[in-house]
């Protein structure tokens, strides 16, 4: 297989829809943790409920034929997204664990991801 028999455009717009999707759902996820174990405001709920369904919006954009093939892929991405956010946002920094099981996600959301395409090749 060649390269070339990839379109990179669907396959890159993916990990588009799946970086937003992840932001919207760890936000969401993030306001309820400041709610219920951080004691902020219950007012918290409002933003995660708009966010969540956000999230769950942006990932049905995702190029796949099966949903459950869609959010095994994303799980890796989810990761990414977490450990950017425990050390953007939790100012926490990450360890060298955190960014080797990130790079086999990483790896295995692609793999994931261009299964079908192999497949069809």
């Known amino acids: 297989m060649h390269i070339s028999a990839l379109t990179c455009e669907p396959f890159m717009l993916n990990y588009l829809w799946f970086f937003l999707a992840a932001l919207f759902e760890i936000f969401g996820c ?13 007012l918290w709920v409002i933003p995660a409920l708009v966010s969540l369904t956000v999230f769950a919006l942006l990932l049905t954009r995702v190029e796949a034929a099966y949903a459950g093939r869609a959010y095994a892929a994303y ?31 990483v790896i295995g959301a692609t793999i994931i991801l261009l299964g079908p395409r192999w497949s069809a090749a």
Request: with cysteine; glycine share 14%.
């Open 30 to 42: 993030y306001a309820f943790w400041l709610w219920l174990r951080q004691g902020k405001s219950a």
């Open 75 to 105: 799980g890796g991405i989810y990761i990414v997204a977490s450990i950017a956010w425990l050390g953007l946002v939790e100012r926490v920094r990450p360890l060298g664990t955190d960014w080797l099981g990130l790079a086999f996600c």
